[in-house]
């Protein structure tokens, strides 16, 4: 296998009570020639293949199980523009100019994503304002000097203390950052709809798939499938997720695991608004409403990727989310009708790695999405879709392999 084969979650998420969208798929009965290759059928490659689909790209996908059935399915689809290391903390590991920056394209990705949503009539898709509490990494007064530092490069940023977010919220926290027009999505709704529209201007959908082996030449690429098929393309895409391509450098990235629960419908004693809600900590708590008035709750990593060390976990965690629900919201029923965990990247700044693989010509590849995947999955395809369509993106230096 050209990628790491994982067991990407366990349990039942909360979106597989609702009715998938079907996608048109494939079977690979012979070899197969497109002008861009994309391996992975999840909410990355669905967002690289509708971006270069409409350049008029001739688009094959390729996945090992099918459409948004590996982490996309796992997803809690808080889809917002905070990097998971603060903008006052970022500065000091990539300089200030860069964090800036890296903190302005996120939030510009937002947009792009919620108008590339839009734009493919995708459902479920809500504008959700963020609060983000005081914690171990920053207190209050280290939470005042974020809030200033976002004010002064436009992210406008409000500082809420602990009488405010109870007294207007019903949250439990010794202060909090409150921020404007972040999304909440369903991620195998979002999938499908990118998928159907790329499929619509003609990308064709392979599954199941699985890739052993890419050569990249100078003008072609070529991958060769389990059972012998040759695909060859002029560029090729890993749009793996969280299975990491063997042949591309992962010095600054890990895979750690993940827990999620999400409530029975409760739309009475949701707090005013629904904010999606996060801490500053580590690990942080992570909390959003859904469609139908459910409480998703999730975090509890750990710095592991052994599947059945996290299964092992499940019940514990289950019961450790249930507490902290419960005490940062106190009028919620926070016991777990649905519990799943997962299995995703991180990196050490937060930001992921976009760009041309070493060594592998014509491929690309994302890497190391953190807590912002589905954001940085966007800006993945703006890159990608810039790159090969000869106009390159301004901001493609902030997230390129580093130097060996």
Known sequence: MVTKKLDLRTGKPVWHGRRRIAIDVQNLSGNLDAEVLI?????????????????????????????????????????????????????????IDGAQRAWRRSRLAIDSLAGALHSVKCPDVVERDTIYLAGSILDPPALQRECEHRRSIGLETVYLDRKTLRDRFAIRGAAALMSYRNLVIDPRKATAALLMDAVGRGARVFAPVDIVDVKGRARSVTARTSDGRDIRARHLVFATGYELPKQVPQRNHKVVSTWAIATAPQRSNLWQGEPMIWEAANPYLYIRTTSDGRVICGGEDEPFEDDDRRDSLNVRKTRTLERKLARCLPDIDARAVHAWSGSFGHSETGLPTIGEVPGMPNCWAALGYGGNGTTYSRIAAEIIRGALCGRPDVDADLYDFPPS
């Open 39 to 95: 391996i992975g059928a999840g909410i990355t490659g669905a967002m690289v293949a509708q971006a270069l689909a409409a350049e008029g790209k001739d688009i094959v996908i390729v996945d090992r199980r099918g459409p948004g059935l590996g982490s996309t399915a796992a997803s809690t689809a808080l889809v917002q523009y905070e990097i998971d290391l603060p903008l006052t903390l970022l500065g000091r590991r990539i300089g």
